[in-house]
Protein backbone atom coordinates (compact mmCIF):
# COMPACT_ATOMS: atom_id res chain seq x y z
CA UNK A 1 0.00 0.00 0.00
CA UNK A 2 1.30 3.50 -0.50
CA UNK A 3 1.00 5.92 1.77
CA UNK A 4 -1.63 7.82 -0.51
CA UNK A 5 -3.57 4.81 -0.22
CA UNK A 6 -3.09 4.27 3.88
CA UNK A 7 -4.29 7.42 4.66
CA UNK A 8 -7.33 7.33 2.42
CA UNK A 9 -8.60 4.13 4.52
CA UNK A 10 -8.12 6.12 7.58
CA UNK A 11 -10.29 9.00 6.48
CA UNK A 12 -12.10 6.64 5.03
CA UNK A 13 -13.07 5.08 7.95
CA UNK A 14 -12.67 7.89 10.74
CA UNK A 15 -9.52 7.26 11.91
CA UNK A 16 -8.15 10.72 11.18
CA UNK A 17 -10.27 13.21 13.21
CA UNK A 18 -10.32 16.89 12.82
CA UNK A 19 -11.90 18.75 15.71
CA UNK A 20 -9.90 19.90 19.29
CA UNK A 21 -8.48 17.30 21.00
CA UNK A 22 -6.67 17.26 24.11
CA UNK A 23 -3.64 14.40 23.78
CA UNK A 24 -2.64 12.03 26.49
CA UNK A 25 0.31 14.04 26.77
CA UNK A 26 -1.88 17.23 27.59
CA UNK A 27 -1.30 19.00 24.63
CA UNK A 28 -3.88 20.57 22.23
CA UNK A 29 -4.14 19.38 18.66
CA UNK A 30 -6.70 20.18 15.68
CA UNK A 31 -6.09 16.24 14.47
CA UNK A 32 -6.22 13.04 16.01
CA UNK A 33 -5.93 9.19 14.63
CA UNK A 34 -8.31 6.34 16.40
CA UNK A 35 -6.74 3.76 15.63
CA UNK A 36 -9.41 1.92 16.90
CA UNK A 37 -11.84 3.07 14.03
CA UNK A 38 -9.39 1.04 10.86
CA UNK A 39 -8.69 -1.76 13.65
CA UNK A 40 -12.53 -2.46 14.45
CA UNK A 41 -12.46 -3.87 10.34
CA UNK A 42 -10.48 -6.98 10.23
CA UNK A 43 -10.20 -6.95 6.72
CA UNK A 44 -8.53 -2.99 6.61
CA UNK A 45 -6.68 -4.75 9.59
CA UNK A 46 -5.42 -7.58 7.55
CA UNK A 47 -4.36 -5.02 4.61
CA UNK A 48 -2.52 -2.89 6.64
CA UNK A 49 -0.49 -5.65 8.46
CA UNK A 50 0.02 -7.63 4.90
CA UNK A 51 1.74 -4.36 4.08
CA UNK A 52 3.68 -4.34 7.27
CA UNK A 53 4.66 -7.52 6.94
CA UNK A 54 6.01 -7.47 3.18
CA UNK A 55 8.68 -5.02 4.10
CA UNK A 56 10.09 -7.48 6.33
CA UNK A 57 9.50 -10.83 4.42
CA UNK A 58 12.85 -11.58 3.50
CA UNK A 59 14.30 -10.26 6.89
CA UNK A 60 13.91 -13.71 8.84
CA UNK A 61 11.76 -12.38 11.36
CA UNK A 62 10.52 -15.35 13.99
CA UNK A 63 8.08 -13.32 16.15
CA UNK A 64 6.03 -10.14 15.92
CA UNK A 65 5.85 -8.23 19.12
CA UNK A 66 3.43 -5.33 19.99
CA UNK A 67 2.64 -3.68 23.10
CA UNK A 68 -0.94 -4.16 24.49
CA UNK A 69 -3.86 -3.04 22.90
CA UNK A 70 -3.82 -1.68 19.72
CA UNK A 71 -0.12 -3.68 19.12
CA UNK A 72 -1.86 -6.94 20.10
CA UNK A 73 -3.97 -6.79 16.83
CA UNK A 74 -1.23 -5.26 14.56
CA UNK A 75 1.53 -8.17 15.66
CA UNK A 76 -1.30 -10.76 15.21
CA UNK A 77 -1.92 -9.92 11.76
CA UNK A 78 1.33 -9.36 11.03
CA UNK A 79 2.50 -12.68 12.22
CA UNK A 80 -0.10 -14.09 10.04
CA UNK A 81 0.84 -12.52 6.85
CA UNK A 82 4.93 -13.48 7.92
CA UNK A 83 3.72 -16.89 8.91
CA UNK A 84 5.53 -16.37 12.96
CA UNK A 85 4.33 -16.16 16.40
CA UNK A 86 2.92 -13.16 17.57
CA UNK A 87 3.16 -12.07 21.30
CA UNK A 88 2.56 -8.89 23.13
CA UNK A 89 4.16 -6.73 25.68
CA UNK A 90 1.93 -5.41 28.55
CA UNK A 91 2.49 -3.35 32.20
CA UNK A 92 2.73 -4.80 35.62
CA UNK A 93 3.66 -2.74 38.15
CA UNK A 94 4.22 -0.02 35.53
CA UNK A 95 6.96 -1.61 34.01
CA UNK A 96 6.60 -3.37 30.36
CA UNK A 97 7.55 -7.03 30.18
CA UNK A 98 6.00 -10.24 29.18
CA UNK A 99 3.19 -11.75 30.75
CA UNK A 100 1.23 -15.25 30.46
CA UNK A 101 4.20 -17.41 30.01
CA UNK A 102 5.31 -15.39 26.66
CA UNK A 103 9.58 -16.51 26.35
CA UNK A 104 12.17 -16.10 23.86
CA UNK A 105 15.08 -18.04 23.05
CA UNK A 106 18.46 -16.67 22.65
CA UNK A 107 19.07 -14.22 19.40
CA UNK A 108 14.93 -14.63 18.15
CA UNK A 109 14.42 -11.73 15.46
CA UNK A 110 11.96 -9.71 16.33
CA UNK A 111 9.88 -7.47 14.58
CA UNK A 112 8.05 -4.67 16.79
CA UNK A 113 5.00 -3.38 15.46
CA UNK A 114 3.18 0.07 17.36
CA UNK A 115 -0.48 1.45 15.99
CA UNK A 116 0.64 5.46 16.42
CA UNK A 117 3.95 6.42 17.67
CA UNK A 118 4.35 9.95 18.59
CA UNK A 119 7.46 9.69 20.96
CA UNK A 120 8.47 6.44 20.59
CA UNK A 121 8.42 6.11 24.38
CA UNK A 122 6.52 2.73 24.56
CA UNK A 123 8.14 0.85 21.57
CA UNK A 124 11.63 1.70 23.55
CA UNK A 125 10.36 0.13 26.42
CA UNK A 126 9.09 -2.93 23.63
CA UNK A 127 13.01 -2.70 22.41
CA UNK A 128 14.17 -3.06 25.81
CA UNK A 129 11.71 -6.12 27.01
CA UNK A 130 12.79 -7.87 23.83
CA UNK A 131 16.67 -7.37 24.44
CA UNK A 132 16.38 -8.47 28.16
CA UNK A 133 14.58 -11.83 27.14
CA UNK A 134 17.45 -12.28 24.61
CA UNK A 135 15.65 -11.27 21.74
CA UNK A 136 16.77 -9.20 19.07
CA UNK A 137 14.97 -6.40 17.65
CA UNK A 138 15.40 -6.46 14.01
CA UNK A 139 13.25 -3.55 13.04
CA UNK A 140 10.15 -1.68 14.12
CA UNK A 141 7.07 -1.20 11.84
CA UNK A 142 4.57 1.31 12.90
CA UNK A 143 1.04 1.80 11.20
CA UNK A 144 1.76 6.06 11.50
CA UNK A 145 4.22 7.94 12.38
CA UNK A 146 3.21 11.37 13.87
CA UNK A 147 6.26 12.34 15.08
CA UNK A 148 7.18 14.34 12.55
CA UNK A 149 10.33 12.25 11.81
CA UNK A 150 11.30 12.72 15.22
CA UNK A 151 11.28 8.83 16.37
CA UNK A 152 14.21 7.29 16.82
CA UNK A 153 15.41 3.98 18.16
CA UNK A 154 19.28 4.02 17.51
CA UNK A 155 21.14 2.46 14.85
CA UNK A 156 20.16 -0.96 15.32
CA UNK A 157 16.99 -0.79 15.44
CA UNK A 158 15.30 1.00 11.83
CA UNK A 159 11.96 1.49 11.60
CA UNK A 160 9.61 1.98 9.03
CA UNK A 161 5.30 3.31 8.78
CA UNK A 162 2.93 2.95 6.66
CA UNK A 163 1.85 6.65 6.98
CA UNK A 164 3.78 9.74 8.33
CA UNK A 165 1.92 12.63 9.93
CA UNK A 166 2.73 16.13 10.78
CA UNK A 167 0.40 16.67 13.58
CA UNK A 168 0.36 20.30 15.22
CA UNK A 169 0.31 20.19 18.56
CA UNK A 170 -0.01 23.26 21.14
CA UNK A 171 0.29 23.92 24.73
CA UNK A 172 -2.82 24.92 26.34
CA UNK A 173 -1.99 28.06 27.16
CA UNK A 174 -0.92 28.58 23.50
CA UNK A 175 -3.81 26.92 21.68
CA UNK A 176 -5.53 28.29 19.02
CA UNK A 177 -8.47 26.66 18.69
CA UNK A 178 -8.60 27.45 22.65
CA UNK A 179 -8.39 31.29 22.03
CA UNK A 180 -11.70 30.64 19.66
CA UNK A 181 -14.08 29.32 21.39
CA UNK A 182 -13.88 25.98 20.21
CA UNK A 183 -15.02 23.22 22.44
CA UNK A 184 -12.77 20.01 23.06
CA UNK A 185 -13.42 17.03 21.05
CA UNK A 186 -14.65 13.86 22.84
CA UNK A 187 -12.08 11.11 21.84
CA UNK A 188 -11.25 7.65 22.45
CA UNK A 189 -11.81 5.09 26.13
CA UNK A 190 -11.13 8.29 28.19
CA UNK A 191 -13.69 10.50 26.66
CA UNK A 192 -11.51 13.49 26.76
Known sequence: MTEAEVKELLVKTNAIMNGH???????????????FNVLQHPKYTQQLCEAMAEKFKDANIETVVGPVTGGILLAH?????????????ERENGKM??????????????????????????????????KEHGGVPVAVSMLVDRSGGKVDF???????????????????EDCPLCKQGIPMTKRGRTGR
Open 77 to 89: ETGKALGTRAIFT
Open 21 to 35: FLLTSGLHSPHYVEK
Open 154 to 172: GDDVPCTALLHLDVETYQP
Open 97 to 130: TFRRGFTLHPGERCLIVEDIVTTGGSIKEVIDVV
